[in-house]
């Protein structure tokens, strides 16, 4: 699709054609048209594919010029560098119009921003805190909004703003909602449940870098720690299927509860890599965990991983998922000396941690098996709903359903799918 579909005057033409924007992306095609005709829009995509130009785009063509002195765009974004980033993304796509945009976060002092919002301004861009410091202090009118949009809402999330959002949303006028995330889950669904209703949910896919030989991976998505505590002593109580496994946490200090936690259940077998405290058993290398039989369960802090050779495991349960998708990418690699091809990676995410794991999908061209949570499962947080009805909170949005091809009408458990694979790899051995 050409940006001139979107009847651009020959102005905003020109921006766009001088900034490199000749046609739009998979998600600009999908989306701006349905903004420009006024719909309420949920974007969600990799970051790459065009969300932050997309907004920026849309608010220009539809504010058009400078109007009034109340902000017809209210813009929230998670943090100063990516509230200036935005700027100066008007700032090149916008050159040619006399658009007037003020960034608010707390690189400044209030009053002079606030004396800056009252001089007149068409589009405010601004961070959660700040934003609604100064409507608190009636220094932003909200009256003649037209649109209301939130970038990077999976970032507004993690950094556990979605209560002030919540708090600025309630005093907006009618007007368009447009959020663009790069993961959907349920805590972003929640908050958006608040002040929208029935949006064009669009979803795309990013471009694989590459394809990459991993061994199969497994995810779960877990609404809590406490609960990905439960899942793991759930999981590793059967002794049969998870013989020899590595266990891979993000820090000293989660992994020393983690140990404690399995240490309760399963005495003498579980044992930590180079241990910080005298009472953990511990190994200095995989070579020592894979020769004692005593020992099923090794914990690994992430500063660890980049010394070890994986051959040998039956499995790498990824306690936490690294903020370094590289770190996890080298891990469930096939490499002809540091992993057996047969292993089986099991990762836990909680929302916030799905933006990693998106992008670690994106890079290695290969998706997560997602899991359905095993039936006998402790939800922490939520103890009078059983595994069943936590599956339906965690599934299903407000307003975003599944897609067909991830619709499913039968639990089949992970132990079931791995004595699965066993035998089908056994079968192939003696057809072989």
């Not at 068409?122 to 410091?133: K, Q, S, Y």
């Not at 004692?292 to 070890?308: F, G, K, P, Y």
């Not at 499962?377 to 359903?401: C, P, R």
Request: glycine content about 6%.
């Amino acid at each position: 699709m050409s940006f001139d579909k979107l009847k651009a005057n020959k102005q905003q033409l020109a921006a766009l054609s001088d900034a490199g924007y000749s046609t739009a992306t998979q998600l600009q095609a999908k989306i701006l048209t349905r903004i420009m005709g006024g719909q309420d829009v949920v974007a969600i995509a990799p970051e790459g594919c065009g969300k932050t130009s997309s907004l920026v785009i849309s608010t220009i063509l539809k504010l058009n010029y400078a109007q009034g002195e109340a902000p017809r765009a209210l813009i929230i974004a998670p943090d100063r560098d990516h509230v200036e980033e935005l700027m100066a993304r008007f700032e090149l796509l916008g050159k040619n119009t006399n658009l007037r945009i003020i960034g608010l976060h707390n690189g400044g002092q209030i009053d002079p921003q606030r004396e800056e919002l009252a001089d007149g301004v068409d589009v405010v861009i601004g961070t959660p805190d700040r934003t609604l410091a100064i409507y608190l202090r009636s220094g932003l009118n909200v009256n003649k909004l037209k649109v209301f949009a939130i970038d990077d809402g999976e970032l507004i999330i993690k950094q556990g703003s979605q209560t002030l959002v919540h708090q600025l949303t309630e005093s907006l006028p009618k007007c368009q909602h447009l959020i663009f995330t790069e993961v959907y889950h349920d805590k972003l669904d929640k908050l958006l449940s608040y002040f929208i209703i029935n949006p064009a949910v669009i979803e795309v896919d990013g471009e694989q870098q590459s394809t990459l030989e991993t061994i199969t991976q497994f995810l779960y998505k877990l609404p809590n720690y406490k609960t990905k505590l439960n899942l793991i002593n759930l999981l590793m109580a059967d002794e049969e299927v998870f013989d020899k496994v590595a266990i891979f946490i993000n820090t000293r200090a989660t992994a020393s509860k983690v140990y404690k936690s399995l240490e309760r259940k399963f005495l003498g077998a579980v044992g930590m890599l180079k241990p910080s405290f005298g009472d953990q058993l511990g190994v200095e290398d995989l070579f020592d965990f894979l020769r004692n039989d005593e020992l099923r369960l090794l914990l690994i802090a992430n500063e660890d991983h980049q010394a070890l050779e994986l051959e040998g495991l039956s499995f790498l349960l990824h306690f936490d998922i690294p903020v370094d998708k590289e770190i996890f990418i080298n891990r469930v690699t096939i490499d002809e000396y540091q992993i057996d091809t047969n292993a089986i990676s099991i990762a836990f995410a909680t929302d916030i941690e799905l933006g990693v794991v998106k992008k670690i999908e994106t890079a290695t061209g290969r998706k997560m098996e997602l899991q359905d949570l095993p039936i006998g499962l402790v939800i922490e947080g939520n103890q009078k709903k059983d595994v069943k009805e936590t599956e339906e909170v965690l599934s299903t949005g407000a307003f975003h359903e599944k897609k067909a091809s991830n619709a499913k009408n039968y639990n089949l458990g992970m132990k079931e799918k791995l004595k699965i694979k066993a035998k089908n790899e056994k079968y192939s051995k003696k057809k072989g």
